[in-house]
Nanobody, 127 residues
Framework: VQLQASGGGLVQAGDSLRLSCAAS????????MGWFRQAPGKEREFVSA????????IYTDSVKGRFTISRDNTKNTVYLQMNSLKPEDTAVYYC?????????????????????WGQGTQVTVSS
C-alpha cells in the first residue's frame, strides 16, 4: 500500500485547508485510516482517524469541532477538512493506514498500530 498526502500550504489563522490522502491497492479500501501531525521538536501525534467503513470517526480534543475526516472508498481517498486553523496546528501532516482494523472495527489512536505511512504535507498557519 502506498499513500500520497497532499493539500498542505501556508494560510492565515481562521482559514481552512483540505488535506487528501490517496491510497493504492484495492485492499486498502477497507483499512482504517488516520491522520497524524508532527511539529518541529515534537513527537508525532494523533489527529484523527476513520474506520474502514467510514462509519466511525475519532479526533483528538484540540481539533474537535474544527476538523472533519472523511473517506471516499470509490476513489480510495481519505480527506481531512481543517477549518478555523490556528498557529498551533502548524505541523507536517501524515496519513497512515492500519491493515489490522478493517470494515467497522474502531480505528486506533496509537501510531504504532499503523502499518503504512504517506510522505507528509506541510501545514503552516500564520497568526
Amino acid at each position: 500500500v502506498q499513500l500520497q498526502a497532499s493539500g498542505g500550504g501556508l494560510v492565515q489563522a481562521g482559514d481552512s485547508l483540505r488535506l487528501s490522502c490517496a491510497a493504492s491497492g484495492r485492499s486498502s479500501r477497507s483499512y482504517a485510516m488516520g491522520w497524524f501531525r508532527q511539529a518541529p521538536g515534537k513527537e508525532r501525534e494523533f489527529v484523527s482517524a476513520i474506520s474502514g467503513s467510514g462509519g466511525t470517526t475519532i479526533y483528538t480534543d484540540s481539533v474537535k469541532g474544527r476538523f472533519t475526516i472523511s473517506r471516499d472508498n470509490t476513489k480510495n481517498t481519505v480527506y481531512l477538512q481543517m477549518n478555523s486553523l490556528k498557529p498551533e496546528d502548524t505541523a507536517v501532516y501524515y496519513c497512515a493506514a492500519d491493515e489490522s482494523h478493517t470494515g467497522w472495527a474502531l480505528p486506533a489512536l496509537e501510531r504504532q498500530k499503523y502499518d503504512y505511512w504517506g510522505q507528509g504535507t506541510q501545514v503552516t498557519v500564520s497568526s
